[in-house]
């Protein structure tokens, strides 16, 4: 039985030390507990880790030394040499690692009135490109999403009818949608494996954050959606009485979820999940094993306020989270361990945000969208810092399949 295709989060399925090393580090810095399950922190200015961006290059990007820029695909231009026109409105995207030492982008495509969809960009073990697709249309505002253990990408719909489509990144099988996920305007996904539980971000004013346990996991079919509560400051879930929201949005089905400020981003790596809020800018941590959440960013109250804008969010190899702004200066930001905030990437392209950023399972490739003037998608080459120890990889774990007889195993660690 060959192993399957694993995603390039595949790092963040294993649980390891490296988040207690993340926590103690901002924790040092101070913050205000409300009841042990809710904080403001408050990163301590660091020093920068990459080095200040250098000029615009031949697509208007800025960078730090040392990393490289390429130029993959543009709104209706064929990519590469495959005929395939790339999408209107890249926004949201990850890897998926294949047998053959390549791995595959997918690529969210946020047109309306069924016009959106997802497409594929393959790529080779020497990262030429050699295929490129569409596997998911008749869909419509597909903003972002998130890849599953089992190798799977969740395409989330952002309207207050929107449902959650799981595509096969290669396009070989259909994509299938899951109603029991909840029909609400979708933002991200973001998958639990030690919890085996999907975190699902909300993208409304008033926003709840919910999360999906399947009846078996890796088969979304059926299962629970809970919301997040707070009541007198303490953190708990609840299920939503009615996930179609036939009646009322599910967001105001329970008296007590916490609302946020515009759920964007969601990534799971190590044992937390981080994401972001757009009317506040804040970027939050929850910590399932202690349910603690957290408040890593404020713009508000930063020392380094260069953050604006928080939309998609993915973790690097060595811990490191990059946040997309949607407007602002069109940067792509790093928070690290340490406490730092600095921007690594700046594009020069008015009127558009930046979307998708996800890196390769190597981790040494970050792919990243300019959605709109055109929509143009690159890839950033470098050094993005060394991968944190990790625990021996455990291979062949049973996964119920998503598609009839392709039932396979998945090994959980890092991808490469």
């Known amino acids: 039985m060959l192993p399957a295709p694993r995603c390039g989060c595949g790092r963040n399925t294993l649980a390891?030390?490296?988040?207690?090393?993340?926590?103690?580090?901002?924790?040092?810095s101070g913050g205000l507990a409300l009841l042990g399950s809710l904080r403001l922190v408050e990163p301590a200015q660091a020093a920068t880790q990459f080095g200040p961006l250098g000029p615009p290059d031949q697509y208007?990007?800025?960078?730090?030394?040392?990393?490289?820029?390429?130029?993959?695909?543009?709104?209706?231009?064929?990519?590469?040499?495959?005929?395939?026109?790339?999408?209107?409105?890249?926004?949201?995207?990850?890897?998926?690692?294949?047998?053959?030492?390549?791995?595959?982008?997918?690529?969210?495509?946020?047109?309306?009135?069924?016009?959106?969809?997802?497409?594929?960009?393959?790529?080779?073990?020497?990262?030429?490109?050699?295929?490129?697709?569409q596997i998911l249309s008749g869909t419509s505002r597909n903003c972002a999403g998130g890849p599953t253990p089992w190798g799977t990408w969740l395409s989330c719909e952002e309207f207050d009818g929107g449902r959650v489509w799981e595509c096969d990144p290669s396009g070989e099988q259909p994509a299938v949608v899951h109603p029991a996920m909840g029909t609400f305007s979708h933002e991200a996904a973001a998958a639990d494996p030690e919890q085996q539980v999907i975190y699902l971000t909300e993208d409304k004013p008033e926003s709840a954050l919910y999360r999906f346990t399947p009846e078996r996991w890796g088969d979304l079919t059926t299962g629970r959606l809970d919301a997040m509560t707070e009541v007198q400051g303490a953190i708990g879930w609840e299920p939503i009485p009615d996930p179609t929201a036939a009646d009322t949005p599910t967001r105001f089905q329970l008296p007590t979820s916490k609302l946020f400020a515009g759920g964007e981003?969601?990534?799971?790596?190590?044992?937390?999940?981080?994401?972001?809020?757009?009317?506040?800018?804040?970027?939050?941590?929850?910590?399932?094993?202690?349910?603690?959440?957290?408040?890593?960013?404020?713009?508000?109250?930063?020392?380094?306020?260069?953050?604006?804008?928080?939309?998609?969010?993915?973790v690097s190899a060595a811990g490191d989270l990059f946040v997309c702004e949607d407007g602002g200066n069109m940067e792509v930001v790093v928070l690290s361990p340490a406490g730092g905030v600095e921007p690594f990437l700046r594009m020069d392209?008015?009127?558009?945000?930046?979307?998708?950023?996800?890196?390769?399972?190597?981790?040494?490739?970050?792919?990243?969208?300019?959605?709109?003037?055109p929509g143009t998608t690159y890839e950033i080459t470098g050094p993005f810092g060394a991968p944190a120890a990790q625990e021996p990889t455990v291979e062949g774990l049973e996964i119920p399949s998503l598609w009839p007889g392709a039932a396979v195993g998945i090994g959980f660690g890092t991808s490469s």
Do not use: C
């Open 265 to 314: 981003g969601a990534w799971f790596d190590n044992g937390l999940l981080y994401f972001t809020t757009k009317v506040d800018n804040r970027v939050w941590r929850y910590e399932p094993a202690t349910n603690e959440l957290e408040v890593i960013y404020d713009i508000a109250t930063s020392p380094t306020p260069v953050l604006s804008g928080v939309d998609n969010v993915t």
């Open 349 to 373: 392209i008015a009127g558009s945000e930046v979307t998708g950023a996800a890196f390769d399972p190597s981790g040494t490739r970050l792919y990243v969208s300019s959605q709109r003037n």
């Open 16 to 28: 390891v030390m490296r988040r207690r090393s993340f926590l103690k580090a901002t924790a040092a």
């Open 60 to 133: 208007g990007l800025q960078v730090p030394s040392g990393f490289a820029t390429r130029l993959v695909a543009e709104t209706g231009r064929a990519v590469g040499t495959t005929g395939y026109q790339w999408h209107p409105n890249p926004d949201g995207g990850a890897t998926f690692a294949q047998p053959d030492g390549g791995w595959i982008y997918v690529s969210n495509d946020e047109a309306s009135g069924g016009d959106g969809g997802v497409s594929m960009i393959r790529f080779d073990a020497d990262a030429t490109i050699v295929d490129a697709k």
